[in-house]
C-alpha cells in the first residue's frame, strides 16, 4: 500500500478541479466526477479500484436504465484514488438526483463521492435537490462538525470504511 502526503492529495484535487472545468468548457453539458471519499493516506489499492468499478456500474446502470447518452467518459488509476469523468446529455439536477439515490441507497453509497456540475460548472449540491447533507459515517451526526472536533478518532473511521467495503465484497 502506498501512503500519499497531504502535498500530493491538495494536487491532485487542484488538478481534478481543472480537468472538470476543462471538461464542461470543451463539451457544454452536465459533468459527474467520481472519486472515493476514502479517509486516511491510502486512497489507492485493488479492492479500493474494486469499489471504484462497482461504482462505475451503478452510473452506467443508471444512464442506460434512463436513456441517458454518455458523450464523454475517462478514468484514471492513481495513487492519490482513482478518478472517473462522465460528460453526459441531460440535466445536472436530474442526474443528482440520480447519482444522490446511489450515495443514499447503495451499501457501499457511503463512500462513493460523485459530484455533478451543470453546463456553466455550477457544482449541484445536495440541498438543490432538497436533501440535507452527509452525515457522519460514525454517529450520524453532521459531518464536519464531527471532523472539526475529532469526535472520531482517524483509526476509528477507517475501521468503519473499511467495515462497509469488506461486508460488500
Known sequence: MIEITP?????SREKRSQKQMELIEQYGMTLI??????PGAVKSSELLSKVQKKGMDLLHGVCESNHIPIVFEE???SKTGDEAYLVVNHGAIDMKKNTSKIENEH?????FDIDV??????????????ESKRKCIICEKDT????????????????KYNQIILKYF
Open 7 to 11: 502535498e500530493e492529495l491538495l494536487l
Open 33 to 38: 466526477s467520481f472519486t472515493l471519499n476514502i
Open 144 to 159: 464536519l462538525f464531527c471532523r472539526r472536533t475529532k469526535r472520531h478518532s482517524s483509526e476509528e473511521v477507517l475501521e
Open 75 to 77: 478514468y484514471f488509476y
Open 107 to 111: 451499501a457501499l453509497g457511503r463512500i
Open 117 to 130: 456540475f451543470d453546463a456553466q460548472g455550477l457544482q449541484i449540491s445536495r440541498d438543490c435537490i432538497g
